[in-house]
Every structure is written in C-alpha cells, then in structure tokens.
C-alpha cells in the first residue's frame, strides 16, 4: 500500500467518522434536545407530593395519600376528603407530559395581551424533594386550540420572559366545579330516603 494511498484510506474513514457522529449520531442528539426544549416539566408524578389549583372562582388543595394507594389523592382544602382520581391523573399526566407547540420571547409588560396579568389559572406543584414548580394559564389562542401559559416565570439576561403555547387541554383540566375534584359517592353508600310509615289500621 503506498503513502497515497494510505492517507486518502484515512481520510475517507475520517470522513465517514464524521458523517456518522453528526449525521446519525448528531441528528438523535439535536432531536433530543428538541424534544427537551418543547416539554414543560421534567418531573414524574411520583416526584408529586401535592398541587394547588387556583382559577379565578375556586382554590383547590390536592396532596398525595401517605398511609395508602387508595384513594391515591386526597382533597385538602377547600374540603377534606378523597378526591377524583380520573380527574386528578388527568391534570397530572398533562403537567408530567405535557409540551409547548412554541415559545414566545416577549417584555414582561407584554404578557397581558395573553391574559397572564389576570391568569385563569395558576398550579403550583410541590415535589417530594422540596423542589417546587408552577405553571400560570392565561388566555386561548385566536383558534382555542392552544393557550398561553408561562411555566416557572423567570427573566431572562435582554429582560424578556418566555410565553409558552401549550394544548387548550390543561384549561380544561383545572376549570371545574368543586365537586367534580370530590370523589364521587357510589349509588350504594346513599342512604335511602326516609319513606312515611303506614298508619296501622283496627280490624274491624
């Protein structure tokens, strides 16, 4: 094998060493980090220990069960019960899943104009290592398909702060009745209705 030869064999290898790590390689790893950039929180739901739900008609306190898996969430406040698991995991698979279609740079005396000065909704999440997060609801989109939140508020270094566009479901999610977060009474815990007794009669 010549010297010729033997440099233009190592440069191809070269070559398709960089091919590889930025084509295959690279192309993952930029997927990933995109994939990163788009999700809102990177806990698990049992990081959760517990949640508040504020909308503008009602303050909800959520906390996980400690002495059993059933019922898995407890109601704390504004009543002390147990509360619907459906409607529980359905807000938390949103938080632990939950992406942003995009993110919007604005100045933080912009927000208003999608609705996070007066929010329709803030969640306050507690995790079990004392780390705490919050997403703040503001308006829907012109389409409601989508509304605007902001996920753990911060300023950036040129002073803008970070609007996010994330599915119309987490309005749903937190926009309820009081007794749709109760759990609800099955039919055979209801007490039947206390029904006249006959009068006894003489025989005659």
């Known amino acids: 094998m010549t010297k010729k030869t033997l440099i233009l064999l190592l440069l191809a290898l070269g070559l398709s060493g960089f091919v590889y790590f930025w084509e295959i390689r690279g192309a993952t790893q930029r997927e990933e980090a995109r994939e990163n950039q788009r999700q809102i929180f990177s806990f698990t739901e ?30 704390k406040s504004p009543v002390s019960e147990p509360a619907n698991e459906p409607i529980v995991s359905y807000l ?28 329709q909704a803030t969640i306050n999440i507690n995790l079990k290592n004392q780390k705490t997060h919050q997403l703040i609801l503001g308006k829907p989109d012109l389409n409601g398909r989508f509304v605007y939140a902001q996920a753990d508020p911060i300023t950036q270094a040129n002073g803008n702060v970070n609007v996010l566009v994330v599915s119309i479901d987490f309005e749903n999610a937190v926009n ?16 039947p209705p206390n029904l006249p007794q006959p009068t006894p009669t003489n025989s005659p």
């Open 46 to 75: 049992d990081d959760v220990q517990s949640l508040t739900v504020k909308t503008q008609k009602l303050t909800v306190n959520l906390q996980r069960n400690q002495q059993s898996n059933q019922p898995k969430w407890l109601l």
């Open 92 to 119: 938390m698979d949103l938080l632990v899943k939950g992406k942003s279609t995009n993110t919007i740079s604005t100045p933080p005396n912009q927000t208003a104009e999608f609705g996070l000065d007066q929010p």
């Open 176 to 191: 309820r009745e009081l007794s749709e977060w109760r759990q609800p009474v099955s039919l055979d815990k209801v007490a």
